[in-house]
């Protein structure tokens, strides 16, 4: 964590946050991709856990990490502090990691729920097994479509997996620097019990193989 030792923090409130989080998303993954020598990494220290009704959310706030040279270099290079302030956005000074900050988060990307989404819409993809036991339901279900009952209770699975990993997960509209098109990220936050000491993260400031960035 040795270059995770200053943050700057940008606070929402009053906006469309979930823009200017792509917005900010985009303009971090600009520059680390022009400069892989350097660490940054995100964070969403308002995170909404899920509820009975409201699926998890990223919050109003975004804390950037990363060694103090790093962040200043990212500031000035992207506009990012210019575009920020003409929005009426609060965003801090470069700050140091506070002492008290003794937890970590592993904040990543959720390829999972991709992944099912591709899979649900490509079904001729779906594995299945022919003589597993299913629900009655599946089976009248399947005379009346014609198509295998073990199939039909296979995409019903598949459709409550992706319904609980798109609630533990938030998405945000990122545009793509390669086709100039925006994609939906989703994003999930958990805490870890132990800090695994990998400094690895994305371009876009998420993890990779468990990295972990401090939270308070």
Known sequence: MSNMTHFIQICLDDVNHLGITGRVLFRLHGFLASRPEA????????????????????????????????????????????????????VSGIKPVPEVAIQFVKVQRSYSVDRLVELLKNQKLIKYDENEVVDEHFKELAVQQNTSAALLAKIDHLMRKLHLEKR?????????????????????????????????????????????VPTW
């Open 39 to 90: 660490i940054l990494a995100v964070d969403f220290p308002d995170w909404k856990n899920p509820t009975t009704f409201m699926s998890a959310g990223l919050g109003k706030t975004i804390r950037i990490f990363g060694a103090k040279a790093d962040l200043a270099d990212f500031l000035l290079k992207t506009g990012l502090i210019q575009f920020l302030i003409e929005g009426g956005i609060v």
């Open 168 to 212: 533990n997960s938030a998405s945000v509209k990122v545009q793509s620097e390669s086709t100039g098109r925006q994609f939906l990220m989703n994003i999930k936050r958990d805490i870890v019990t132990e800090n695994t000491g990998t400094v690895k993260f994305s371009t876009y400031g998420l993890s990779v193989d468990g990295a972990c």
